[in-house]
């Protein structure tokens, strides 16, 4: 069984502050990670994906991968309140024959207090 | 900017009644995607499509559901026998080009409810 484990949460960070957001995941053989923001009833709005180790960064938003540890991070940095949402980790694993059948984790919901 | 739309936005449908979720994906897209998310819980993948034919499916995407490119357009969510548990948020995808590792685009959903 694939799984991807995220802190249900809430985070609450203050305003203007750093927020890191964790997702840890089960299948070694994992190739790509993706960071999805979900407001409440709405759908998976992608943030940011990363394939390979270490970091990428697209904005305020920097996304860490380590494969060897299978952990996979995100971290907001000058949080905002439109940043209060749901956030979600999803996996795509390792031998599926095409396109992106991902596992969501849980996601971790974060409240940004102005 | 492109996206996938579905309709209808909320269906409510009594048990056992069979329903059909619409999804128009991104025109120049080639992979297309069911998911759904019950209320509070994660999202679950049910099925992919590509090539006019289901390439990956979940063990929730049972002989009760199937799926349907009907005119090149459309992508269809057939649930025929609807069940209590299959009231949730479904979500269409579509991805382009850009590789099996390319991100997918997701639509705002089909709330269903069965009642």
């Known amino acids: 069984q694939k799984e991807v484990e995220q802190n249900s949460g809430p985070l609450s960070v203050p305003e203007g502050a750093i927020a890191s957001l964790n997702c840890t995941y089960s299948d070694r053989g994992s190739q790509s990670f993706f960071w999805y923001r979900q407001y409440s009833g709405k759908s998976p709005e992608l943030i940011m994906f990363i394939y390979s180790n270490g970091d990428k960064e697209d904005g305020r938003f920097t996304a860490q991968l380590n494969k060897a540890s299978q952990y996979v991070s995100l971290l907001i940095r000058d949080s905002q309140p439109s940043d209060s949402a749901t956030y979600l980790c999803a996996v795509n694993p390792f031998g599926s024959n095409a396109g992106n059948m991902l596992t969501f984790g849980g996601g971790t919901r974060l409240m940004v207090k102005p | 900017e492109p996206e996938v739309t579905q309709t209808p936005s909320h269906q409510v449908t009594q048990m056992g009644q069979e329903v059909i979720l619409r999804c128009v994906p991104i025109s120049n897209h080639l992979y297309f995607y069911w998911y759904r998310q019950i209320l509070g819980q994660k999202v679950e993948f049910l099925v992919s499509?590509?090539?006019?034919?289901?390439?990956?499916k979940s063990e929730i995407f049972d002989d009760q559901f199937s799926v349907e490119r009907p005119d090149g357009s459309n992508f269809t969510l057939k649930i025929r026998s609807t069940k209590l548990e299959d009231s949730a948020m479904y979500f269409c995808?579509?991805?382009?080009?850009?590789?099996?590792?390319?991100?997918?685009?997701f639509g705002n959903g089909t709330r269903l409810t069965v009642t």
């Open positions: 499509f590509y090539n006019n034919e289901i390439s990956e």
């Open positions: 995808a579509s991805q382009g080009r850009g590789g099996l590792n390319s991100p997918l685009h």
